[in-house]
């Protein structure tokens, strides 16, 4: 049945996609206040591990959505990763807790499967008002000058319009809404397969450390989950190689390892042909683009929900700001339109960075595959360059169109610079004689920017790095 029923009514936001990015930016959005309906066309959620690693950047961006507690506590600390060169004869082991991680309260990769962190966030979604409807899909959207009309379908088949200033595409590589705002993703195929399961095992190996083998059969990564015992395999594999049991992973391991992993049981399985890419526009209007919807890219370095929640990070506080009175009327359309600079500019690096690192990884060329493999022990003794493993691939460093994150120095025992600043609004703060503008991001503005509309001044004798 598809007729059209009675209007589900009217929110400032409309979420279409309950994954990690749609989830974070409702309970974003219902924090500065906002009204939200978030919509998922599935009917429940899925167990699928999927994304595994949470950086420090998004428990930091947790931290501010009240939950980061919660996802600390479901999930486990990268201790080390091991790049085995030689597979069997030679590997290196790095240390990811002795990295100088600096300033940040979460110095750590955290290990928690992707349907775990969803929970987290739908709790705090009930906690503060919201919901999750189910089985509601986007099927179609009109623009008009001051708001959006979106055609959802729920359980029951019906069709009904909902009105929304603004209404967030968080649904995903295969986003209608992208399609529905005629809004191209251009994609490059990688040309590299991965198979990916996660396994329980009767394994002695440290539980707390992952594993990059860079064998001649192919690339395997070999993570730890939180669980003791299971570990998330990843293998590069020839496309027309049948799927694989879990006998058949434990003997691609051993093959390429070394390792007898002494797989018990297989629980999730995939494999998907890589391909990266990020859409023209992450805006057209009142509507925006964020997470997978916006882009999409190889798993490796785990960046893809951390981009996402980022994303919505960027973009709610704007859309709370925008029809403040503080702000000036030539201010509103570039501040909208600067979540769509911003993150097209951080979704393009990852994207890049990304396909960089895998062709590299996956190379199969002979010589560029030797060089590594010689290569990288050496490297991996540099201090600054396995310092990028920490803040650089934690994103602590990450700069938004040039602007840095704000130093968050320890003031006290348990209490950072960051606790000090307000999360809602545009603060100026007045820090050891400095005077800087932050945003609710804890990006650091340019003065001037923005109209402030908090102000705190914090004295402190330790310098701001
Ligand atoms: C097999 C696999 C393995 C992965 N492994 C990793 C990894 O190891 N590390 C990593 O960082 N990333 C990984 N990823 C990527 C990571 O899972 C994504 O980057 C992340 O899920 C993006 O979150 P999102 O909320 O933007 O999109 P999604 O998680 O895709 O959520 C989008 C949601 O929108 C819903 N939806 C779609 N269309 C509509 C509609 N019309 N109406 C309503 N709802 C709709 C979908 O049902 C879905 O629930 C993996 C992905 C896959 C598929």
Not at 360 to 367: D, H, K, P, S
Request: with cysteine.
């Amino acid at each position: 049945m598809t007729t059209e029923g009675t209007s589900l009514g009217e929110t400032d936001v409309l979420i279409i996609g309950g994954g990690p990015t749609g989830l974070a930016a409702a309970v974003d959005a219902l924090r500065h206040g906002l009204t939200v309906r978030i919509v998922e066309r599935r009917a429940e959620r899925a167990e699928y591990s999927k994304a595994l690693v949470v950086h420090a950047r998004t428990m930091e961006v947790f931290e501010r959505l009240g939950c980061a507690e919660a996802v600390q506590g479901l999930g486990a600390k990268f201790r080390a990763l091991h790049v085995h060169t030689m597979p069997g004869r030679a590997r290196t082991r790095v240390d990811l807790i002795a990295r100088r991680w600096g300033d940040t309260r979460y110095p750590h990769w955290l290990s928690v499967p992707q349907y775990e962190v969803e929970r987290a966030l739908e709790r705090r979604l009930a906690a503060a008002g919201g919901a999750l409807a189910w089985s509601t899909e986007l099927v179609a959207l009109a623009q008009r000058d001051d708001r959006v009309v979106a055609t959802l379908r729920g359980p029951d088949g019906v069709e009904r319009p909902h009105t929304a200033k603004w209404v967030l595409g968080c649904d995903g590589g295969r986003s209608t809404t992208r399609d529905l705002i005629h809004v191209a993703m251009k994609r490059t195929e990688l040309g590299v397969t991965f198979a990916l399961a996660d396994v329980t095992t009767g394994s002695d190996l440290a539980g707390d450390e992952g594993h990059v083998v860079l064998a001649d059969e192919g690339l395997l990564l070999i993570v730890p989950m939180p669980a003791p015992g299971v570990w998330r395999l990843i293998a590069q594999v020839d496309a027309a190689t049948p799927a694989l049991d879990a006998q058949g992973w434990a003997a691609l391991v051993t093959r390429r390892s070394g390792f007898d992993l002494q797989v018990r049981s297989m629980g999730w399985s995939s494999r998907f042909a890589l391909s990266s890419g990020v859409s023209e526009t992450l805006r057209r209007g009142r509507v925006f683009l964020l997470g997978d919807a916006a882009h999409v890219h190889s798993p490796v370095g785990g960046q893809g929900l951390n981009t996402g929640v980022q994303d919505a990070h960027n973009l709610i506080w704007k859309l709370a700001l925008v029809d403040r009175p503080e702000l000036a009327a030539a201010q509103r359309e570039p501040l909208l339109d600067s979540y769509a600079t911003e993150r097209h500019a951080a979704a393009e690096a990852m994207v890049r960075g990304t396909e960089r690192m895998t062709r590299l990884l996956t190379g199969r060329r002979r010589v560029v595959f030797g060089a590594l493999r010689r290569v990288a022990p050496l490297a991996l003794r540099i201090e600054r360059l396995k310092d990028m493993l920490g803040r650089g691939v934690g994103m602590l460093d990450l700069r938004t169109d040039g602007r840095p994150r704000l130093a968050n120095p320890e003031l006290e025992r348990g209490v950072r610079l960051h606790d000090r600043i307000t999360s809602l609004y545009p603060t100026r703060l007045r820090w050891n004689g400095e005077d800087l503008l932050v945003r609710p991001d804890l990006v650091v503005a340019n003065p001037g920017e923005l109209p402030h509309l908090a102000e705190v001044r914090v004295d402190h004798p330790g310098s701001a790095s």
